[in-house]
């Protein structure tokens, strides 16, 4: 019997963050959406005006027994900028923001640990503005959004921003690739 586990990651474009834990040994599901707002079943034209509230995330479904939260959460600080409010390069807005939500409160206890030795070790050079909450509402994102880097890797947003990411993943954590 397989275990699975649930978190939900906004690092900005929520196709930068799919590509890279698509590729996570332990990672069962990936699913792209937008969650914690308060439009009901936002389309992403509505979340992309920044009037929603939402985030945009991906739904990470993970196998404790082959990787843990903490290995998932080392992996989402490595990947994107922790440190910059409601932004993630040139992606700008509520919507882009850095943030973690969770459905169990002891995901929440991890997280606020992970993060404190983050804190305490002065991993980065400005504060962490990543958000930690318990997940309100997710809405799974319309399906060209679903895969999107493997079905477009060449378009120029993939190119120049997702494939870095990915390349960085794959790099720093080698031992991780699926």
């Not at 509505?46 to 992996?75: F, R």
């Not at 206890?109 to 002065?122: I, K």
């Amino acid at each position: 019997m397989n275990l699975k586990e649930t978190i939900y990651l906004a690092g900005g474009c929520f196709w930068c963050v799919e590509a890279v834990f698509d590729r996570v040994k332990g990672v069962v599901d990936v699913i792209s959406g937008y969650c914690n707002g308060q439009t009901l079943n936002p389309t992403y034209e509505q979340v992309c005006s920044g009037s929603t509230g939402h985030a945009e995330v991906v739904k990470v479904d993970y196998d404790p027994s082959v990787i843990s939260l903490n290995e998932l959460l080392e992996i989402f600080f490595v990947i994107h900028d922790p440190t910059t409010l409601n932004r993630q390069g040139n992606d700008v807005g509520t919507q882009y923001r850095s943030g973690i939500y969770y459905i169990k409160h002891e995901d929440e206890l991890v997280v606020r640990s992970f993060m404190d030795g983050l804190a305490s070790t002065q991993a980065f050079s400005q504060k962490i503005t990543t958000e930690v909450q318990a997940l309100d509402r997710f809405y799974q994102a319309e399906d060209y959004h679903q895969e999107y880097f493997v079905q477009h890797p060449n378009q120029g947003y993939c190119a120049y921003v997702v494939r870095p990411k990915v390349e960085k993943f794959l790099k720093t954590f080698s031992e991780k690739v699926a």
